[in-house]
């Protein structure tokens, strides 16, 4: 297992080389498919009935889905916060044109510099695997900070891939890559992330959490 330590950017995973010309058919397209067994039409969908007005993104990688979002979106302005530049950088370029981006380079564990209760919607999709910790109670703050900047009735919607608890099926090729990527430093760091703790943690910070297991990914629309 990776060794436990702080958050740190990872340079090399995340050029923007890779973010432009690899992370969409091997990440999106190959692994979510064949690995997490993630259906990408649940995540466009999410995306679609949930993203509002104001809207912060933690982890956007290459701004993939956000860029699917149909015309008629109402999202306006969009904070996009993450550790990796070239994830700020590239993602700000892929929809600078539709919206009005503000970047936030910092570790989404840390205090968000955003106001309280002053979001519509909030996603974090695919990252919460690669936040260290050893397991998501670890990662509790990430989840607190969505729920101190939602205003009331605002939607914290989302997806992370799990090693264990109830529903999870991890198929061979998930194993293969959980081995692998988890003994990477900065890579993932899940082998303790269960669906239990997920829908717990939820559950204690939302008013209403909707919770489906897909393969081995934990995915939630949860409303404060
Ligand atoms: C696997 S990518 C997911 C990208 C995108 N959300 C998607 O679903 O396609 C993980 C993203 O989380 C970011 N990230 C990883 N750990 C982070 C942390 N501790 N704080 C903020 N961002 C982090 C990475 O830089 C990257 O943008």
Known sequence: MSQISSNEANEGLYSPTVLKMVYTPVVIWFSHTLAWKLPNPVVHRNHREHVGRTHLTVGPGNGYFLAKLPKNTPLRTLHLLDLNRACLDVTAQRVGDRFDVHTIEQDALQRWPVEEAGLDSVDCHMMLH??????????EALIAEAARALKPGG??????????????????????????YNSKQNTFCNLGDSSEDLRAILDKHFSDVQFQVHGCTGVWVATK
């Open 155 to 180: 939607r914290f919607f989302g997806a992370t891939v799990l090693a264990k608890g109830e529903g999870v099926r991890v198929n061979g090729i998930a194993r293969r890559l959980l081995d692998v």
């Open 130 to 139: 690669t936040v260290r910790g050893k397991n998501l109670l670890d990662k």
